[in-house]
T-cell receptor
Framework: SQQGEEDPQALSIQEGENATMNCSYK?????LQWYRQNSGRGLVHLIL?????REKHSGRLRVTLDTSKKSSSLLITASRAADTASYFC????????????FGKGTHLIIQP | AAGVIQSPRHLIKEKRETATLKCYPI?????VYWYQQGPGQDPQFLIS???????DKGSIPDRFSAQQFSDYHSELNMSSLELGDSALYFC???????????????FGPGTRLTVL
């Protein structure tokens, strides 16, 4: 079953605005990672937040994690046209489970 | 910085043929993962290797097999190809901090397989 579910599925905003994407998951996790993917290209790692962390920053990115609600959010501030891409959250269950479980992704369009 | 290398980048095969995809992980990474991403889909975990031993198995079809070699590169072997196998195949690598605790997974550029 799908672990991560992104919300919204698609988001279109003006350049300079902030973009917020949400991710919900079902089981306990070791960490949660966010990736960006330009159309049909590779997955670029953005940020990893561990289960004992609540918030993490990296440049214009801010990620929060609420393990009690099994949810995470990715905030991109001061968006740029180059931020147009699909964004996926992926959960790592830890233990003997190696593979990441990806959400369906949010397709973000930044209008110039 | 060195990244994950995958070859070939594009591959076209006929139904029932075989294909071999190669992956070279980031140096000093001890875990390799394979994922499949169908058109418009999210990536699905296939299989992983830790220190050259199979570590975890996901939704890998029986027609597929993989291994990791002594130099840590990995190969995904796909036989009796079907139209539905057309997808992007990603390899990723990471460093295992301790059992159950892994660092970020860094993905290669992917191999686009088209089955005709």
């Amino acid at each position: 079953s799908q672990q991560g579910e992104e919300d919204p599925q698609a988001l279109s905003i003006q350049e300079g605005e902030n973009a917020t994407m949400n991710c919900s998951y079902k089981t306990s996790i070791n960490n949660l990672q966010w990736y960006r993917q330009n159309s049909g290209r590779g997955l670029v790692h953005l940020i990893l937040i561990r289960s004992n962390e609540r918030e993490k920053h990296s440049g214009r990115l801010r990620v929060t994690l609420d393990t009690s609600k099994k949810s995470s959010s990715l905030l991109i501030t001061a968006s740029r046209a180059a931020d147009t891409a699909s964004y996926f959250c992926a959960t790592d269950a830890g233990g003997g489970a190696d593979g990441l479980t990806f959400g369906k992704g949010t397709h973000l369009i930044i209008q110039p | 910085a060195a990244g994950v290398i995958q070859s070939p980048r594009h591959l076209i095969k006929e139904k029932r043929e075989t294909a071999t995809l190669k992956c070279y992980p980031i140096p000093r990474h001890d875990t390799v993962y394979w994922y499949q991403q169908g058109p418009g889909q999210d990536p699905q975990f296939l299989i992983s290797f830790y220190e050259k031993m199979q570590s975890d198995k996901g939704s890998i079809p029986d027609r597929f097999s993989a291994q990791q070699f002594s130099d840590y590169h990995s190969e995904l072997n796909m036989s009796s190809l079907e139209l539905g196998d057309s997808a992007l195949y990603f390899c990723a690598s990471s460093f295992r901090l301790a059992w159950g605790y892994k660092d970020e997974q860094f993905f290669g550029p992917g191999t686009r397989l088209t089955v005709l």
